[in-house]
């Protein structure tokens, strides 16, 4: 277990808390180093410019993010937008101030609160009360070349049922909010898709507030981009709300994914399950996993588990995976996380080609039915056919990487 807890000196210098002090020698600033006690702002402004060193940046190639960490304007034709939904669903437009818009979002960083501050109209999908959706709600973004920012809001309203996939393809650099808001007894699953192009960059904040006796089900597939980094944070509020939170990254050579999940229950008897796998081919090929689970005061009767597994199929490939549990009661009914990095099973291995199996068709069988536990916890069958059809092509390219250099 990590348990830091580090506050701000005073109430004056709390604004500049996400800034590493140990970056400047005149700050009296104490390290934030918990997710719990990091300063929220609306304003760019109150951000200094990352430069690697804080701890929320430590992490990410901030070299690569110019544009995005610029407050200006974008053009609104960068990402080319299609939503397929039922009839059922309500669509509109929200203005900064105007509800649910920032009901539960609060930017962390510098790249969200441009994000916030850029998006004069943010989309909203709101499922209506008492509707379940038998269709899920498909939303493609596709990136023309350029910078972009993006606030979503999605909304599933008390004792609703639905499912909301955001797919993201093309090239861009893209700074994204996604504000999502399960009401009472509602049952939501959400999953982010990035196939992004080689050159993209894709910066995503997720935050959401489960209600009481409600369910969020949070997916996040990575595959795609240059530097993709989704950082979800679920607030499990309402007495009995579940929180499930699942990811898939699959890193090639140059590529950089990465995922910070906090998850904090708050209200009495919530449940919370978080499982994040990864694997990783080719020079240079990196993910980072940080999880953080906080166990408040009032929420007696938690029980919650999270894990990371990576898989690192050649040499010069990396995975960080940082796990950390804060408990601030002592009455709950389970807690614990697991963070594993390694490289094939050989057990797993010989007992398939001891079957007849060739090496290579018994390391692509491993890879597989590693990573399809989080793929088949996306109920949309189309979704899963092609994620499975995208993870074989990875495994084919890199097989066609090692025949040609042999």
């Not at 996400?18 to 104490?30: E, G, M, R, T, Y």
């Not at 690697?52 to 993010?65: D, Q, S």
């Not at 708050?266 to 399950?273: I, Y």
């Amino acid at each position: 277990m990590t348990t830091v807890t580090q506050t701000p000196a005073d109430a004056s210098t709390r604004a500049e808390g996400h800034i590493d002090p140990a970056a400047s020698l005149v700050s009296k600033v104490v390290p934030v180093q918990t997710r719990s006690e990091r300063p929220t702002s609306f304003d760019p402004a109150d951000f200094g410019m990352p430069t690697g060193r804080e701890v929320n940046w430590k992490h990410t190639p901030v070299a690569l993010l110019g544009d995005l960490l610029r407050d200006e304007p974008a053009p609104h034709d960068v990402i080319g937008v299609e939503v397929s939904a039922p009839d059922a669903v309500h669509q509109s437009r929200l203005a900064i101030g105007e509800a649910p818009r920032g009901e539960v979002f609060r930017p962390e960083d510098r790249v969200s609160a441009i994000a916030w501050t850029q998006e004069a109209d943010a989309p909203l999908i709101r499922i209506p009360a008492g509707v379940e959706l038998d269709e899920p709600v498909l939303v493609r973004l596709t990136g023309r070349g350029g910078v972009a920012h993006a606030h979503v809001v999605i909304e599933a309203q008390a004792q609703s049922r639905a499912t909301v996939v955001l797919r993201h393809e093309g090239s861009a650099q893209q700074a994204q909010n996604v504000e999502i808001i399960v009401r009472d007894g509602a049952a939501l699953t959400v999953v982010s898709v990035q196939r992004w192009d080689d050159d993209a960059i894709h910066l995503a904040s997720h935050q959401a507030r489960v209600d009481r006796d409600a369910t969020l089900t949070h997916v996040v597939v990575s595959l795609g981009g240059r530097v993709v980094r989704v950082n979800p944070s679920v607030e499990l509020a309402g007495t009995g709300a579940e929180g499930k939170l699942y990811g898939l990254a699959f890193s090639d050579a140059g590529q950089h994914l990465e995922s910070q999940v906090y998850l904090h229950h708050k209200g009495a008897q919530t449940v919370g399950d978080v499982l994040y796998k990864g694997a990783l081919q080719g020079e240079s090929a990196r993910s980072v996993w940080i999880g953080d689970v906080l166990i408040g005061p009032d929420a007696v009767g938690t029980d919650s588990y999270e894990a990371n597994r990576n898989l690192v199929l050649t040499d010069g490939a990396r995975a960080d995976s940082i796990p950390n549990l804060e408990i601030e009661t002592g009455d709950i009914r389970g807690a614990g996380h697991a963070s594993a990095t390694g490289r094939f099973d050989d057990e797993q291995l010989f007992y398939l080609q001891a079957r007849g199996i060739a090496e290579e068709e018994a390391r692509r069988l491993v890879v597989l039915g590693f990573l399809a536990e989080i793929v088949q916890k996306i109920d949309v069958a189309d979704l899963q056919d092609e994620l499975i059809a995208a993870i074989e092509d990875e495994l084919a390219l890199a097989s066609d990487a090692e025949g040609a250099a042999e």
